[in-house]
């Protein structure tokens, strides 16, 4: 599946229908270079679930909570960039994290990956040239909630 990401009302678009899908275990993983557009997708899925005011991007504190009642179910919203080594991820407590919540992960690959799980929901997102395009590959839990059929 491509969607094309002309512009910050298309990026709220597929975080509308992301949002909308989204339930505890999955994983929404962002691949893509710096700047291809990775927090602003998740910042839109966080709005889309309810959260209102500033998303802080997560580069820093590598992880980020949102719980309800200001989002319809617990995000974890995760960079995964400044780890070294996978294990890290764990060392984080990663796992304790995502106990009931949906993951957002930036740079998923540092964390060694979630695309071997059915609930995840990967997403590259690429500029060539002007334009800016996501590909997205849904996992089996995914492709059965028929979002792109
Ligand atoms: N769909 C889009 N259309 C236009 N600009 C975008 C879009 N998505 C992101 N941007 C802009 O690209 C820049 C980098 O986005 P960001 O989400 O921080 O990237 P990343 O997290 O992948 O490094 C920001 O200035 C953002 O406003
Ligand atoms: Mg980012």
């Not at 997403?123 to 996501?134: D, F, K, M, P, Y």
Request: proline share 7%; with cysteine.
């Amino acid at each position: 599946m491509i969607v094309d990401l002309p512009d910050l009302a298309a990026t709220q678009a597929l975080a509308g229908i992301i949002a909308g899908a989204l339930v505890p275990g999955d994983v929404v993983a962002l691949q893509g270079d710096l700047g291809a557009g990775k927090t602003t997708l998740a910042r839109a899925v966080i709005a889309a679930l309810g959260h209102r005011g500033e998303v802080p991007s997560p580069t820093f504190q590598i992880i980020e909570v949102y719980d309800p009642p200001a989002v319809r179910l617990p995000v974890v919203h995760a960079d995964f960039y400044r780890l070294t080594h996978p294990a890290e991820a764990g060392e984080i407590g990663l796992d304790d994290y995502r106990e009931g919540a949906a993951l957002l992960a930036e740079w998923p690959d540092h964390a060694g990956g979630f695309g071997h799980e059915p609930a995840c929901l990967t997403i590259r997102i690429e500029i060539i040239g002007n334009v800016r395009r996501a590909i997205v590959e849904p996992g089996a839990d995914w492709l059965r909630r028929g979002l792109w059929q």
